[in-house]
């Protein structure tokens, strides 16, 4: 069977293009852009792949090899409800569906159990703390990982293994496709607005799908915020559990996620707690969470309130009162959506620096917030230290100035193609 992925170089898409091939099914695709996640597939033998999305090029692809069943994001049908691939494979009666559909249906086919990483913040890097520890612990395992790290592709189906794991986003609702054998919930905090007009229905989206899993790993806030009674499935762990400091990997919310992970270790595997954080403080990291471009210099993908209070945290524990923030938001309509949650958010870093917003699946209702009106809305003490910026030789030269220093200098960035993210390679890594 040939699936053609719409959006291939996506973190959603790639690694489940990568879990196809190895599978057993032909695999091509298509982007908008090169990316790094393009070339990273070619390294993992799924070259074909067209850079351009039209009728022409499907049309190409499918005369090539007929294409039995297109698969897309989310993002796509979202930004591009008349893409010019919908209409050709509606045209020619090839099975179209999203991500969630394909992955289930390989789950049923090989007959594993879906462990489910949820949670408005914290998923990637869970999911990595997962991959990881099972793999140090010699249980089989399937997964897909959508960042790179240096211990796993970021896709892969063993053929010995009974589980997969898989980070399952509440993003368009996609999380409520799937019924896990066991779910960790990492938080939850009111997000995609765009999706949920209300805090409640965000928080009704949980409890559907805690509802489907088998087995649940929960925070005790977080049971209390849904005003949810635990199951007898159901682990609900404290918030401030002294154990936890067991667990030495720097930043407060790594230390939780970890914690998190070997719990549910134990409760599916009868692991002991004191093997998994074992294996845990060995963990070496994952792309774009908190991670080092170079001496002093890092990228986080933190974008959502929580998140960057989190690579805060991380930062001042790692740089104390010499951390300086580069700041691009992600998306326009989501920094209408917390413009409030930004006024006192960086108060406490020694320099910012505002670009940009890197901008998809917009509202083009809203006001475009520039740089000096994002400015504009920080707290006093913020806007005296706040540089409105550009990816632009003099930001360059400034955040070599800073490392000169001997400042800590954390960008935060969650875009793609074009973003500080790809900025940040481009000019600093070696």
Partial sequence: MHIFFSGIGGTGIGPLALVAQQSGYSVSGSDKQASQYIDYLAKHGISDVTIGQSATNIAAAHSK????????????????????????????????????????????????????????????????????????????????????????????????AKYFVYECDEFDRNFLHFRPHLSLVTGIDWDHPDIFPTREAYYQAFREFIAQSDYNVLWQSDVNRLNRNPGEKDRVLSDTDEKMKLITLAGEVNRRNAWQVAQSINLLFAIPLDKSIAVLNTFPGVSRRFEQITLGLYSDYAHTTEKIRGALQIGQEIAGDNLVVVYEGLHNTRQHFIRDDLTHLFDAVKQLYIVPSYLAREDPSLELLTTPKLKAGLSEASQSKTTASALSNELRLAIQQHLAAGNTVLCLSAGGGGSLDEWLRQNFAS
């Fill in 65 to 160: 090899n007929p294409i039995d069943w297109y698969v897309y994001s989310s993002a796509v049908a979202i930004e591009q409800p008349n893409h010019p691939e919908f209409a050709f494979c509606q045209a020619n009666n090839i099975r179209m569906s999203k991500r969630d559909e394909l992955l289930n249906e390989i789950i049923t086919q090989k007959q594993l159990n879906l462990i489910a990483v949820a949670g408005t913040h914290g998923k990637t890097t869970t999911t990595a703390l997962l991959v990881w520890a099972l793999q140090q612990l010699n249980v089989p395992a399937g997964y897909i990982l959508p960042a790179k790290s240096s211990f796993a592709d970021m896709g892969a189906c063993e053929p010995d």
